[in-house]
């Protein structure tokens, strides 16, 4: 008797495990999208591929629960390496964190595998946007459109910076918009440790828009991520990238091409045998920011909109300074004329989000670990 009781149990508890587990197969399903499978919680339906990044692909769904649109971004085996694993752990840290209408909310997060030996993929769920900033710089924007998308981008980033997140590495792929013309910043950019280039992984890494302290592996402040928005101004305004190097060195050839040799202070900065090679190319005087963006390139039909061209033109000269100590800064930016007539204090002095883990960049673990 006891001996059946016994055996009845572990078979009740087998059958219990085997239908929780068959009730959790039944939670997911896979589809095909692309070269890849999303297996995904079937609250999500009517997947469609909308983008791919350095970590992966990202489909449009709609949430049967929430009832509305989102995106679902799968983060391809984040765990086959440190550098991955610790890119996927601070990424869902900040994106928990944050919580501001510019930086992209997170929604929910999953893994379809059941145990910590199988864990294998993660997939994040977020507010879904129409198109990234590259979609949206070949379009003709008016200054009203044009500064609001200017704004916006300066909340996100100063919002970040008040948690102590400076990005390093905004990009047009990494802004996505609305077609009311909100936008969203995509992700946290450049850890401070962050091993960066060859081995992370074949995707080829988008530069264009990194400051010159950025590509002369000089210090930083702030006002870094200023240099990139100036970038994508540029671009807006000019329907081209304006620093298109193929590397490092060919790019700070562009931006001295176009914007003059820095002066000798700005030289004294740099680490001995960086400036020895800044110091031996040509000379370039540059050009002023008149030839570079002239009125041709923007919306100046009338009085109102010539005022607006000569606000974003000086707004463009303060922002592509190559020495950061004389670039302006994300305050200086939202109060210029171009931009300030957006200014709301509840969008821009939002209190900045606290980050639990003040030492999120310096962490290492072992892959095992960044799991649990
Ligand atoms: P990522 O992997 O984060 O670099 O994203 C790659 C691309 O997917 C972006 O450039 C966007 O085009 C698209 N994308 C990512 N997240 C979203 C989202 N929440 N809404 C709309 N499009 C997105």
């Known amino acids: 008797m006891k001996e059946r009781t016994f055996l009845d149990a572990q078979k009740a508890a087998i059958e219990d495990f085997a239908m929780n587990k068959n009730k959790?197969?039944?939670e997911f399903y896979s589809v095909d999208v692309g070269d890849s499978t999303f297996t995904v919680l079937k609250r999500y339906q009517n997947l469609r591929p909308i983008g791919s990044g350095a970590q992966g692909i990202v489909c449009s769904a709609y949430d049967q629960i929430l009832e509305r649109n989102v995106a679902i971004k799968k983060l391809s085996r984040p765990f086959q390496n440190q550098t991955h694993a610790k890119r996927a752990y601070r990424e869902l840290v900040l994106m928990k964190c944050v919580n501001h209408k510019n930086i992209i909310g997170l929604l929910n997060v999953f893994t379809p595998q059941k145990s910590l030996e199988d864990f294998q993929d993660?997939?994040?769920v977020m507010e879904l946007m129409d198109a990234n900033l590259c979609q949206v710089i070949q379009m003709e924007l008016d200054h009203e459109r044009l500064s609001y998308l200017l704004y916006q981008m300066l909340c996100g980033i100063k919002h970040l910076h008040g948690a102590g997140i400076i990005h390093r590495d905004l990009k047009p792929s990494?802004?996505?918009v609305k077609s009311d013309c909100t936008l969203k910043i995509l992700d946290f950019g450049l850890a401070?440790?962050?091993?960066?280039?060859?081995?992370m992984t074949p995707y080829v890494v988008t530069r264009y828009y990194r400051a010159p302290e950025v590509i002369l592996g000089m210090g930083y402040q702030a006002n870094v991520d200023i240099w990139s928005v100036g970038c994508i101004l540029a671009e807006m305004v000019r329907h081209k990238i304006l620093f298109p190097g193929r590397d490092y060195i060919d790019q700070w050839n562009k931006v001295i091409e176009q914007l003059g040799t820095p002066s000798q202070d700005f030289l004294m900065k740099l680490n001995h045998s960086v400036r020895t090679y800044v110091e031996n190319r040509p000379r370039y005087a540059?050009?002023?920011f008149e030839k570079l963006f002239p009125d041709v390139l923007f919306p100046a039909d009338s009085d109102h909109n010539k005022l607006k061209a000569s606000q974003?033109?000086?707004?463009l000269s303060k922002m592509l300074v190559i020495d950061a100590s004389k670039r302006i800064s994300v305050d200086e930016a939202l109060q210029h004329p171009y931009i300030n007539v957006w200014y709301d204090p509840a969008e821009v002095e939002a209190p900045p989000p606290k980050i639990p883990d003040r030492t999120l960049d310096e962490r290492e673990h072992t892959v095992e670990e960044w799991k649990g």
């Open 24 to 26: 959790r197969d039944r």
């Open 122 to 124: 993660v997939y994040l």
């Open 174 to 176: 990494n802004i996505v």
């Open 192 to 199: 401070r440790t962050a091993a960066t280039g060859l081995l």
């Open 286 to 288: 540059g050009y002023t």
């Open 312 to 315: 974003a033109r000086d707004l």
